[in-house]
């Protein structure tokens, strides 16, 4: 493959991400001057402290965790290069957007436990999250296509390869997300998230 097929001017935008999710941890848990216990999410927290929304996305438990989700961004940027991305700025606003979405759906499951007095008592962080939303997202795309996002071109095209792998990538991720330690409430809401943001 061609060198220049190899890089797109899109390409800004993943680097960012990457570039923010690396910073914080190198802030938080390498040198340490940043105290991530007041990154995460934590829901009897977040009416008085509401960036948890967008902080506990940039937090990681170590650095496994970190590079899963590095690694998720790498296969959600062979997607959207497979499905034809036309948009400069598409994934940074998906990730603002899912940001919000994800904590609504979280906070609807919430209000139901509560009704039946059931009060949730955990922390949540990283981005992966947003990489299922994005999951959710791309497999609707590569079924359907998807030509417009918030009034602007993103230019996604049906795709059988990316179905197929996206798939796959799906049904692993649903089974994983039961292993211990790991957000299952997360990674169901970001999918959520990703599917009902495909019809904006």
Sequence with gaps: MPFNNLISKYDWQYLVTGFFLISVFIFTDLIGVIDKEKFYYVPRLISDQPYRILTSILTHADLNHLLSNLGGI????FFLMRLGIKSRFFYLKFILICSFLNFFIIWVYEMILSYFKIYPNYASLGFSGIIYALFGFLLLAS??????????????NANYEVQKMSKTICLIGLIFSFLPGVSLLGHLSGFIAGCLLFFI
């Design 74 to 77: 790498i296969i959600t940027r």
């Design 143 to 156: 079924f359907y296509g998807k030509k417009y996002f918030l009034g602007k071109e993103i230019g996604f």
